[in-house]
């Protein structure tokens, strides 16, 4: 996840190893996992209801659908309201992790207090912040879950563009020098276009992880009207199958961000800038 | 258009002044002697390969003439002012191993970056984007990205960026040293071409004899341990006549006598150099 | 040379947090107690004593004693130390447990061309889903069911969630490890007529090394992350996470105790992180593998 490979491209590199024929690849790429997910729908079913499966322990496929079909209103506005948590800390988190990044490329002692800080970040449980932004904010406001969220997104944001403002090939280094460019347009002309894919994937990396802060703040405490309260409202009182719901709609949620952090990595580096005015 | 501007700069630079002039050039890294004593002139419009096994301090000779690396010792002067002066005024072009190209930009982006560097206006540049791209074949692709390109057009491209702010001199480390043995000759043919209908003069370093003999008026052979010159042997340049003669001359310059000759002499050369390193150790 | 620029990084790892911490009391300072408020939404924090406790308060906390008047009066430090290493026990068993099983399904994935093409795109899909979310479900396993005659613990419910975190960066970091030797390599051993067996342990596994190493560090951040939050949905006693929320509804009006017990939630994350770190030290040897 370091490069900017990763996520489904990793997938494709990684299976791009080994298979036989190119066509029977190509099928089978999306006829395997679809076989395997409706092999382990099936027998999940099948284990629940012919097996005897207490619901507290899992309840079956169906049992599940049939809560999404219920409570779907609630669903929709619960997830918009952990979406736009997610999308508000994900947004100021991208623009603080990359502003912060090129301030660090180009000053020395920036680099020198953020880089410590961040990376302690970034082995520490950030979600347990969540009290202290409650306190200092409020437990009324959605301040706090979005604060939670873009000190998560911060991270990866970060550390992936200071790489990619580090990463200048040597053999661009010379020719810049020998160019006699000024350090403004050596930063215009190489270090900033040449970081952009790793902007970009430091956006994808975060995209869901922005969501699964916006989830696991809410178990902290302070406004209960997202995804992560119903879920866990849901399982204190037994309603095992609707607590799955929710987690069904958290998982969409997830992929939706994932996805469209995937998408914009490819528009951008596909056309990428440049550079020039 | 392009040419005529060229022939003016070197009529110029054939008035007298030195593309480029080495006097007792020493450069230590550390404990390390990569250059001693070295003396080098290159004359207006002459084409000058260095050649030397590994470590015999070529690339650095090339990176101080480009005022990449700054001499321990010694006077440089490229096209009759400092080398410093000479790299902020792009009196020179420069070529690495690796194309190096932008590879966000277009090609013709990547030609006129020089251009862009010093400040030369949008239409001006794309102009002459447009004169270099037809000067190295590649007029069709200029709004293709680097990527879509083969390792040799990648080459070109470079040299076309090299030459874009119109230099007097060109450096090139090793350009070719990455390509196959067929695009390699063919490139060769480009550079003679290139070289004689600008008129500017190169400086080349390669680890290839006969591609040393075959581009070069003279071929300056370097040792060892510490670095330096060893003895310089006349190269077998092909007399330019014509865009299209080239290739054919160049073709028929490999199969002469007096070719083998001078891979001959330059084998010597190195082989001499070598004994020589063995005995001041 | 890279003494000191290990002497300079490590000053200026200290100064960084030192500058936080004036941060934090120049917050305190200057800013108005009851924040700043713009069109009914909050904008700057509230300053006062009760929302931003002094750095030091908080410190001061770690000796002062858990609950007041009690008969065997602990300090909070104390609770903090205990619940800090429970919940690293927990997240290590979390940790072991869910590399074997990543590192199984690597291999078996590396082996069969079938298998990875039919779970690896789950186990993508899975690593940018919230997973944790299902957290509170697996907590309702504790005292209903019984394996064996051994009854279902709470604290297995942290450690399962705990471990299914960990599980899916190692599974990954794995697989790309055991795909990373060059073909060359691969086609060398086979001309050697050495069998899979052979190829994994002496080309695979020293290959993967590179890449499972950061592989672990991200997965023992999420099997921290993944038992403090387990503990706090399942209300698992003796941890670090449920000591933040016992103390955040024990002391709405001072919040230093709670503080406090987040900043050993932080030790924490930065000891696991430190105990990688370690691992890696002494793997070091494999390290130039990686291209």
Same mark, same amino acid.
């Given at each position: 996840?370091?490069?900017?490979?990763?996520?489904?491209?990793?997938?494709?590199?990684?299976?791009?190893?080994?298979?036989?024929?190119?066509?029977?690849?190509?099928?089978?790429?999306?006829?395997?996992?679809?076989?395997?997910?409706?092999?382990?729908?099936?027998?999940?079913?099948?284990?629940?209801?012919?097996?005897?499966?207490?619901?507290?322990?899992?309840?079956?496929?169906?049992?599940?659908?049939?809560?999404?079909?219920?409570?779907?209103?609630?669903?929709?506005?619960?997830?918009?309201?952990?979406?736009?948590?997610?999308?508000?800390?994900?947004?100021?988190?991208?623009?603080?992790?990359?502003?912060?990044?090129?301030?660090?490329?180009?000053?020395?002692?920036?680099?020198?207090?953020?880089?410590?800080?961040?990376?302690?970040?970034?082995?520490?449980?950030?979600?347990?912040?969540?009290?202290?932004?409650?306190?200092?904010?409020?437990?009324?406001?959605?301040?706090?879950?979005?604060?939670?969220?873009?000190?998560?997104?911060?991270?990866?944001?970060?550390?992936?563009?200071?790489?990619?403002? !580090?990463?200048?090939?040597?053999?661009?280094?010379?020719?810049?020098?020998?160019?006699?460019?000024?350090? !403004?347009?050596?930063?215009?002309?190489? !270090?900033?276009?040449?970081?952009?894919?790793?902007?970009?994937?430091?956006?994808?990396?975060?995209?869901?992880?922005?969501?699964?802060?916006?989830?696991?703040?809410?178990?902290?405490?302070?406004?209960?009207?997202?995804?992560?309260?119903?879920?866990?409202?849901?399982?204190?009182?037994?309603?095992?199958?609707?607590?799955?719901?929710?987690?069904?709609?958290?998982?969409?949620?997830?992929?939706?961000?994932?996805?469209?952090?995937?998408?914009?990595?490819?528009?951008?580096?596909?056309?990428?800038?440049?550079?020039?005015? | 258009?392009?040419?005529?501007?060229?022939?003016?700069?070197?009529?110029?630079?054939?008035?007298?002044?030195?593309?480029?002039?080495?006097?007792?050039?020493?450069?230590?890294?550390?404990? +390390?002697?990569?250059?001693?004593? *070295?003396?080098?002139?290159?004359?207006?419009?002459?084409?000058?390969?260095?050649?030397?096994?590994?470590?015999?301090?070529?690339?650095?000779?090339?990176?101080?003439?480009?005022?990449?690396?700054?001499?321990?010792?010694?006077? /440089? &002067?490229?096209?009759?002012?400092?080398?410093?002066?000479?790299?902020?005024?792009?009196?020179?072009?420069?070529?690495?191993?690796?194309?190096?190209?932008?590879?966000?930009?277009?090609?013709?982006?990547?030609?006129?970056?020089?251009?862009?560097?010093?400040?030369?206006?949008? &239409?001006?540049?794309?102009?002459?984007?447009?004169?270099?791209?037809?000067? *190295?074949?590649?007029?069709?692709?200029?709004?293709?990205?680097?990527?879509?390109?083969?390792?040799?057009?990648?080459?070109?491209? &470079?040299?076309?960026?090299?030459?874009?702010?119109?230099?007097?001199?060109?450096?090139?480390?090793?350009?070719?040293?990455?390509?196959?043995?067929?695009?390699?000759?063919?490139?060769?043919?480009?550079?003679?071409?290139?070289?004689?209908?600008?008129?500017?003069?190169?400086?080349?370093?390669?680890?290839?004899?006969?591609?040393? $003999? $075959?581009?070069?008026?003279? $071929? /300056?052979?370097?040792?060892?341990?510490?670095?330096?010159?060893?003895?310089? *042997?006349?190269?077998?340049?092909?007399?330019?006549?014509?865009?299209?003669?080239?290739?054919?001359?160049?073709?028929?310059?490999?199969?002469?006598?007096?070719?083998?000759?001078? +891979?001959?002499?330059?084998?010597?050369?190195?082989?001499?150099?070598?004994?020589?390193?063995?005995?001041?150790? | 040379?890279?003494?000191?620029?290990?002497?300079?990084?490590?000053?200026?790892?200290?100064?960084?947090?030192?500058?936080?911490?004036?941060?934090?009391?120049?917050?305190?300072?200057?800013?108005?107690?009851?924040?700043?408020?713009?069109?009914?939404?909050?904008?700057?924090?509230?300053?006062?004593?009760?929302?931003?406790?002094?750095?030091?308060?908080?410190?001061?906390?770690?000796? #002062?004693?858990?609950?007041?008047?009690?008969?065997?009066?602990?300090?909070? %430090?104390?609770?903090?130390?205990?619940? #800090?290493?429970?919940?690293? %026990? @927990? #997240?290590?068993?979390?940790?072991?447990?869910?590399?074997?099983?990543?590192?199984?399904?690597?291999?078996?994935?590396?082996?069969?061309?079938?298998?990875?093409?039919?779970?690896?795109?789950?186990?993508?899909?899975?690593?940018?889903?919230?997973?944790?979310?299902?957290?509170?479900?697996?907590?309702?396993?504790?005292?209903?069911?019984?394996?064996?005659?051994?009854?279902?613990?709470?604290?297995?419910?942290?450690?399962?969630?705990?471990? =299914?975190? #960990?599980?899916?960066?190692?599974?990954?970091?794995?697989?790309?490890?055991?795909?990373?030797?060059?073909?060359?390599?691969?086609?060398?051993?086979?001309?050697?007529?050495?069998?899979?067996?052979?190829?994994?342990?002496?080309?695979?596994?020293?290959?993967?090394?590179?890449?499972?190493?950061?592989?672990?560090?991200?997965?023992?951040?999420?099997?921290?992350?993944?038992?403090?939050?387990?503990?706090?949905?399942?209300?698992?006693?003796?941890?670090? %996470?449920?000591?933040?929320?016992?103390?955040?509804?024990?002391?709405?009006?001072?919040?230093?105790?709670?503080?406090?017990?987040?900043?050993?939630?932080?030790?924490?994350?930065?000891?696991?992180?430190?105990?990688?770190? @370690?691992?890696?030290?002494?793997?070091?040897? =494999?390290?130039?593998?990686?291209?």
């Amino acid at each position: 996840m370091s490069a900017p490979v990763g996520g489904a491209a990793a997938a494709g590199g990684v299976g791009a190893v080994a298979g036989p024929g190119r066509r029977f690849r190509g099928v089978s790429v999306i006829v395997a996992p679809v076989v395997f997910g409706a092999a382990v729908l099936v027998v999940w079913q099948l284990v629940v209801t012919v097996g005897g499966l207490p619901a507290f322990l899992l309840p079956a496929p169906t049992a599940i659908a049939e809560q999404i079909g219920a409570q779907f209103p609630v669903l929709l506005e619960t997830a918009a309201v952990t979406g736009g948590n997610a999308l508000v800390g994900l947004v100021l988190g991208f623009v603080l992790g990359v502003l912060l990044a090129i301030l660090a490329a180009g000053v020395r002692v920036v680099s020198d207090l953020v880089t410590p800080v961040v990376l302690a970040a970034s082995a520490i449980p950030i979600v347990a912040l969540a009290p202290v932004f409650t306190t200092m904010f409020g437990s009324t406001t959605e301040i706090p879950r979005r604060l939670v969220v873009m000190v998560v997104v911060v991270v990866p944001v970060y550390v992936s563009t200071a790489r990619g403002l !580090r990463q200048v090939r040597p053999v661009h280094d010379e020719l810049m020098v020998a160019l006699a460019a000024t350090r !403004r347009q050596y930063t215009r002309f190489v !270090r900033l276009p040449g970081a952009i894919p790793y902007v970009m994937t430091g956006l994808r990396l975060a995209a869901p992880a922005a969501v699964i802060a916006a989830i696991v703040a809410e178990y902290f405490g302070g406004l209960q009207n997202g995804l992560g309260s119903r879920i866990s409202a849901a399982a204190a009182n037994t309603a095992y199958a609707r607590a799955w719901a929710f987690v069904a709609a958290s998982i969409v949620l997830g992929l939706l961000f994932f996805l469209a952090g995937l998408l914009a990595e490819r528009l951008v580096t596909r056309n990428r800038p440049g550079g020039a005015s | 258009m392009s040419t005529e501007r060229n022939a003016e700069t070197n009529a110029a630079g054939n008035a007298g002044i030195s593309a480029v002039e080495l006097q007792g050039v020493d450069k230590t890294f550390g404990v +390390v002697r990569a250059l001693a004593g *070295v003396d080098l002139t290159v004359a207006a419009g002459e084409f000058v390969s260095l050649i030397g096994p590994s470590g015999c301090g070529k690339s650095t000779l090339l990176r101080v003439v480009a005022d990449l690396v700054e001499p321990t010792a010694g006077t /440089v &002067a490229v096209a009759g002012t400092s080398a410093r002066q000479a790299r902020l005024d792009q009196r020179y072009g420069i070529a690495f191993q690796q194309a190096g190209l932008l590879d966000w930009r277009t090609v013709a982006e990547n030609v006129e970056l020089p251009l862009q560097v010093h400040g030369v206006g949008r &239409a001006e540049r794309r102009r002459r984007a447009v004169e270099l791209l037809e000067l *190295v074949g590649l007029a069709e692709f200029a709004g293709a990205r680097p990527a879509e390109l083969s390792g040799g057009m990648q080459q070109r491209v &470079a040299i076309a960026r090299a030459l874009a702010p119109s230099p007097g001199l060109l450096l090139m480390d090793e350009p070719f040293g990455a390509l196959d043995e067929m695009t390699r000759e063919r490139m060769q043919a480009e550079l003679l071409r290139i070289a004689g209908e600008t008129g500017a003069a190169v400086l080349f370093v390669t680890h290839s004899i006969p591609e040393a $003999v $075959v581009l070069s008026d003279r $071929v /300056v052979v370097m040792s060892p341990r510490p670095g330096r010159i060893t003895e310089i *042997v006349a190269g077998r340049r092909p007399p330019v006549a014509g865009d299209d003669l080239v290739p054919d001359t160049v073709e028929d310059v490999r199969e002469t006598a007096a070719f083998f000759e001078a +891979v001959t002499a330059v084998r010597e050369a190195l082989r001499k150099g070598a004994a020589t390193e063995g005995h001041a150790e | 040379m890279g003494s000191t620029r290990r002497l300079r990084s490590a000053a200026s790892a200290v100064a960084a947090f030192v500058l936080l911490v004036v941060l934090w009391e120049l917050a305190k300072l200057v800013l108005p107690d009851a924040g700043v408020t713009v069109g009914g939404t909050r904008i700057l924090p509230r300053t006062d004593d009760a929302a931003m406790p002094h750095v030091w308060t908080v410190l001061a906390r770690l000796g #002062a004693p858990e609950v007041a008047g009690a008969a065997e009066p602990r300090a909070v %430090g104390a609770a903090i130390a205990s619940g #800090a290493l429970f919940t690293l %026990g @927990l #997240a290590l068993g979390g940790l072991v447990l869910g590399g074997i099983a990543g590192v199984l399904l690597a291999v078996l994935m590396q082996r069969f061309a079938v298998a990875e093409k039919a779970v690896l795109p789950y186990v993508i899909a899975s690593q940018t889903v919230p997973l944790i979310a299902i957290a509170p479900l697996v907590a309702g396993w504790g005292g209903k069911i019984a394996i064996g005659g051994w009854a279902w613990e709470p604290w297995a419910s942290v450690m399962v969630i705990s471990s =299914y975190l #960990a599980f899916f960066p190692i599974s990954v970091g794995m697989l790309r490890g055991l795909t990373s030797p060059r073909e060359a390599d691969v086609e060398m051993f086979r001309s050697l007529a050495a069998g899979w067996w052979t190829t994994l342990v002496r080309l695979r596994l020293p290959a993967s090394v590179p890449h499972l190493v950061p592989a672990v560090r991200l997965a023992a951040a999420a099997a921290v992350v993944g038992a403090i939050v387990a503990e706090i949905s399942t209300g698992t006693r003796g941890g670090i %996470g449920r000591l933040i929320i016992e103390y955040a509804q024990s002391a709405t009006g001072d919040p230093s105790q709670m503080y406090a017990a987040i900043l050993g939630a932080a030790v924490l994350g930065l000891v696991a992180a430190g105990a990688v770190g @370690l691992l890696e030290l002494a793997l070091r040897r =494999y390290r130039g593998s990686v291209a």
